[in-house]
């Protein structure tokens, strides 16, 4: 071989090299952010209650739950109705019937309270209702449509600290903030066109808003978490590789993201549906641990999720038609 020969097979054989040396470090930091490691050991389950049925206690499809001051609030899907128990599990008190009238319900879904209010997302009516933590109807807010302030099916609702409202406005792709009267402020999204690009949306499916004003959204569909700033930046998202609609079983990915909320800590709780589990993060979307149970034939099981200010989570078991009270295992020395 001549000199120019030997010399073309040297820097060709130099970068199959750099090549071989650059995948070496990339695959190993790609498996550890996309195959992340379990943080934190997983929750245990210590109490569930209801099964299928109408009477008081039991329930049809559970698929919003929200908890206050030792209160748990669970949205009744197909009763059309709200429960409210104790941390035991013990019935207390029901509000809501069928229908389309104030403060009746189509679909109820995922809840939120704030201000000594309870929110529902009053998905088949397009609009989200008001109560007092009593179940005494206060008002409404939204109609259908797909113009501003109006809605095709929420999901779910959030509230800022002044009182504004986020909305998880499921068919028409997009979420929008509100003022407590309902006047429109902005929306994230493209109406009525679902896609997988940053700051879109496919079906989303529910909000939370932190303290600093970040909001967090279940995008539902595209099987991640996006998380934007109070001035409407995107600020990060996760759920897969590069949070591209690339849903799986996985550590950190999902299958349907359904409900969302945040610990006292800050950390990120998301109901991840197919999976029938709960996943928990930290707020910058770091994985730290998975929790869930589905019953013998059951599927469909993490429907919902509330945490309550001592951390203890509570799950909506859709398919089970029950209601789970989940705790961290107490670390001993």
């Known amino acids: 071989m001549n000199r120019a020969g030997r010399g073309a097979a040297t820097g060709a054989g130099m ?44 329930f049809n499809e559970p698929t919003g739950i929200a908890v206050h001051a030792g209160e748990v609030f669970v949205s009744d899907a197909r009763n059309a109705r ?19 009238g104030p403060g009746q319900l189509g679909r109820p879904m995922n809840l939120t309270i704030a201000g000594g209010e309870l929110y529902v997302a009053d998905y088949w009516n397009d609009r989200i209702q008001v109560y007092s933590l009593a179940g005494e109807f206060r008002r409404s807010v939204g109609e259908s449509g797909s113009g ?8 779910g609702v959030a509230v800022a ?19 407590p009267d309902g006047r429109f402020v902005r929306q994230w999204g493209e109406t ?56 799986g079983s996985f550590r950190g990915w999902f299958a349907t993201v359904t409900s969302i909320a945040l610990g ?22 770091e994985f730290l641990t998975a929790f869930g149970s589905a019953p013998s ?18 799950v909506a078991n859709l398919d089970a038609h029950r209601v789970e009270r989940w705790q961290q295992p107490v670390a001993t020395r």
């Open 297 to 314: 034939g059951a599927s469909h099981t993490a429907m919902a999720v509330a945490v309550a200010a001592d951390g203890t989570v509570f």
């Open 82 to 100: 709200i429960q409210v128990f104790d941390f035991e599990g013990r019935f207390l008190r029901q509000f809501g019937t069928p229908g389309e």
């Open 192 to 247: 009525r066109r679902p896609g997988w690009r940053a700051g879109y949306f496919s079906y989303p499916t529910d909000v939370a808003v932190a303290g600093d004003g970040s909001l967090y959204v279940a995008d539902g569909y595209n099987d991640r978490v996006q998380v934007f700033a109070a001035d409407g930046r995107l600020l990060r998202k996760w759920g897969g590789p590069f949070a591209l609609n690339i849903h």
């Open 161 to 179: 600290g002044n009182g504004d409202l986020f909305v998880a406005d499921f068919y028409n792709q997009r979420v929008q903030r509100l003022r």
């Open 15 to 58: 970068r199959v090299t750099r090549a071989l040396l650059l995948l070496a470090v990339v695959l190993p930091l790609a498996a550890c952010a996309w195959f992340p490691m379990e943080k934190e050991p997983p929750y245990r389950l210590v109490l569930s209650w209801g099964g299928l049925g109408e009477t008081p206690g039991r």
């Open 148 to 155: 501003p302030g109006q809605f095709d099916a929420p999901g």
């Open 264 to 285: 006292p800590g800050g950390e990120v709780f998301v109901a991840d549906f197919y999976n029938d589990r709960v996943q928990k993060f930290t707020s910058q979307g």
